[in-house]
């Protein structure tokens, strides 16, 4: 497998955990779904919304086409279908971005400012994994928040995800 393939691999397990998710999410009283419970950005909507933000922050960067926030915390929807409909939309485009980019420019340098003001730059495939990873992080972090409520959480790490595409 090349670097081309895990890639794309890994933007389908991102699409398919937050799918996942929702179906568990589905369930969840509008009053859980809002209540702050420890997590960073206070609640699930919370942790939802960076998720999505962060996304796009990302996504613009790798387009060049800058997504300017005034925080990693503003509410992009405070409507939770619409929010559903977003992340699961952008999810999406991190896919059909990979089966478009021509594998050499994995390795091509992508300069961005951070939210803060500072410049950098990243290698766009470790700016790929970081996408995966870091909604990894926050769907873990629902997870816990539901399990917390008394709800039941996802069986959603990438070996349930490479079992379900090969049956």
Known sequence: M?????????TQYHSWAFQRLYEYLEFVSEADYCRECG????????????SL????????????????????????SSDRKQLETEIK????????????????KLENLIEYRTTEGSEKSLQLAYILSHIVNHGTHHRGQ????????????????????IAAQNK
């Open 39 to 50: 997590l960073f950005f206070k609640s699930i909507h919370g942790t939802l919304n960076h």
């Open 53 to 76: 933000l962060a996304d796009k922050i990302w996504y613009g960067r790798c387009i060049s086409q800058p997504f300017t926030v005034s925080g990693l915390d503003e509410e992009l």
């Open 89 to 104: 939309n952008q999810s999406v485009k991190w896919n059909e971005f990979v089966l478009q980019i021509d594998e050499n």
């Open 2 to 10: 090349n670097i081309k393939q895990h890639l794309s691999t890994l």
């Open 142 to 161: 629902v997870s816990a928040a539901l399990t917390q409520f008394g709800y039941p959480a996802p069986e959603i790490d990438l070996p349930f995800f």
